[in-house]
């Protein structure tokens, strides 16, 4: 990709207000969005990344000593941080220290040209620079203020630092996750980061929505320790009404069975799920043991999960005797789900996600062809794209000061300040 073409990463004009942008109604769905991202690490820049993945333009900003910890976090290849280039993609990026005047100054008047901020300071550390929604709603009163924390902005737990971990253990998600009797289990990526990210890009869609019939921004408040523990069910229902707390049953479920993961003849393994009692029947008559189906108990999911030894036997010998390939082949004739368990190089060489082209390539001035996963979801009509992978630190600062209508002058005395 020419690096010159980064610097207009949307259509249309834009205002001071940044509140009569002008979209072109053929590009993409969120063509004339602006987004500041200030946050770092990893719920606010993600939720930010997938706004721009469907065409708002998104502007990185990182202090000018100190980038976003995620350009370091991981592998590296010729130095590059690979977990960038995935979470940088189709940011602009540039430099702003917004604890000195000159740079306080330049966020205000980049908001006053902005849709979204997003940020994920300790509360209280955007006030404390004269920066808070006070300050940045005279700027710009349709402004929306995507604030992301681990606790949230108010409670007894505010102002601890926090990070994703945190979250995955105090939602029950740990309590959960793992084999009986053995000590509870984190997930090895960030998994309660990644569904905050997903909450706060709705949540920001959400409060734009609002903003076209109300006129007015508002301030999004998203607390990391509470999307996952939404995506985890009804467990505060259950305990609330039953006092039922459930434990952890490692890849068994406590509501049907057969549902777990079978090691097969050439030391592959498969997962299966009976969520449906029609699929629990097919899977039984498949492994020949038809004659569970009619005992008492397989007529319902509980009953099924209290006998899954007995099913996990039936199943996972009839899988032990044959290598992956043929047992997939006859799931899949008889109408019974199941899937490979596999890993990275088994995901980018399955032939399904080839073809809904879920990793894509894009061509980095960095590292060349490069492979990531692409937008989240198609739209037959106005789709998203990946227009260029992470940027280097502080790529477009100039473009875009001078863009917001800076003079050399003023920049340079912006740099002199140490505020760039």
């Known amino acids: 990709m020419n690096t010159d073409d980064n610097t207009t990463s949307t259509t249309g004009t834009s205002s001071r207000t940044g509140t009569t942008r002008t979209a072109d109604r053929t590009g993409p769905a969120l063509d004339g969005l602006r987004v500041l991202d200030l946050a770092t690490l990893f719920a606010g820049p993600m939720a930010a990344t997938l706004l721009g993945d469907f065409g708002a333009e998104v502007i990185k900003v990182e202090h000018p000593r100190r980038p976003d910890p995620s350009r370091g976090h991981g592998p590296a290849r010729q130095g590059v941080g690979l977990w960038w280039k995935?979470?940088?993609?189709?940011?602009?990026?540039?430099?702003?220290?917004?604890?000195?005047?000159?740079?306080?100054?330049?966020?205000?008047?980049?908001?006053?040209?902005?849709?979204?901020?997003?940020?994920?300071?300790?509360?209280?550390?955007?006030?404390?620079?004269?920066?808070?929604?006070?300050?940045?709603?005279?700027?710009?009163?349709?402004?929306?203020?995507?604030?992301?924390?681990?606790?949230?902005?108010?409670?007894?737990?505010?102002?601890?630092?926090?990070?994703?971990?945190?979250?995955?253990a105090m939602s029950g998600f740990a309590a959960v996750t793992g084999e009986p009797g053995a000590p509870p289990t984190l997930p090895p990526f960030g998994l309660a980061d990644s569904i905050a990210g997903l909450a706060t890009a709705y949540a920001v869609l959400t409060a734009l929505a609002a903003r076209e019939r109300t006129g007015a921004?508002?301030?999004?408040?998203?607390?990391?320790?509470?999307?996952?523990?939404?995506?985890?069910?009804?467990?505060?229902?259950?305990?609330?009404?039953?006092?039922?707390?459930?434990?952890?049953?490692?890849?068994?479920?406590?509501?049907?069975?057969?549902?777990?993961?079978?090691?097969t003849a050439d030391?592959?393994?498969?997962?299966?799920?009976?969520?449906?009692?029609?699929?629990?029947?097919?899977?039984?008559?498949?492994?020949?043991?038809?004659?569970?189906?009619?005992?008492?108990?397989?007529?319902?999911?509980?009953?099924?999960?209290?006998?899954?030894?007995?099913?996990?036997e039936a199943v996972g010998s009839w899988i032990a005797a044959r290598p992956r390939a043929e047992v997939l082949a006859a799931f899949e004739k008889a109408e019974a789900a199941a899937a490979p368990v596999q890993d990275v190089r088994d995901v980018l060489a399955d032939p399904q996600y080839q073809a809904l082209d879920t990793v894509t390539t894009v061509d980095d001035p960095d590292l060349g062809p490069l492979r990531m996963q692409n937008v989240l979801f198609r739209l037959s009509a106005t789709p998203g794209a990946i227009r260029w992978a992470g940027r280097p630190h502080g790529a477009d600062t100039e473009a875009v000061l001078t863009e917001l209508g800076l003079a050399p002058a003023e920049i340079a005395a912006l740099r002199a300040e140490g505020a760039l």
Request: proline share 7%; net charge neutral.
């Open 267 to 312: 030391g592959s393994w498969v997962a299966v799920s009976t969520s449906a009692q029609s699929v629990a029947e097919r899977v039984l008559r498949l492994v020949g043991r038809p004659e569970l189906t009619e005992e008492p108990w397989f007529a319902t999911g509980a009953g099924r999960a209290a006998h899954a030894d007995v099913l996990d």
């Open 217 to 263: 921004g508002q301030v999004v408040d998203m607390a990391i320790i509470e999307p996952i523990l939404s995506v985890l069910g009804p467990h505060p229902t259950w305990y609330d009404q039953l006092g039922y707390v459930q434990e952890r049953t490692g890849n068994r479920s406590a509501n049907n069975a057969p549902r777990n993961t079978y090691r």
């Open 86 to 168: 995935v979470l940088g993609r189709n940011k602009r990026t540039i430099t702003l220290d917004l604890s000195a005047p000159g740079g306080r100054a330049t966020l205000l008047r980049l908001a006053a040209t902005a849709d979204v901020v997003i940020e994920n300071f300790r509360p209280g550390t955007l006030e404390k620079w004269d920066l808070g929604w006070p300050e940045l709603s005279a700027a710009n009163p349709r402004l929306v203020l995507a604030r992301v924390t681990a606790f949230g902005q108010f409670g007894p737990y505010a102002h601890r630092p926090g990070f994703g971990t945190l979250a995955e």
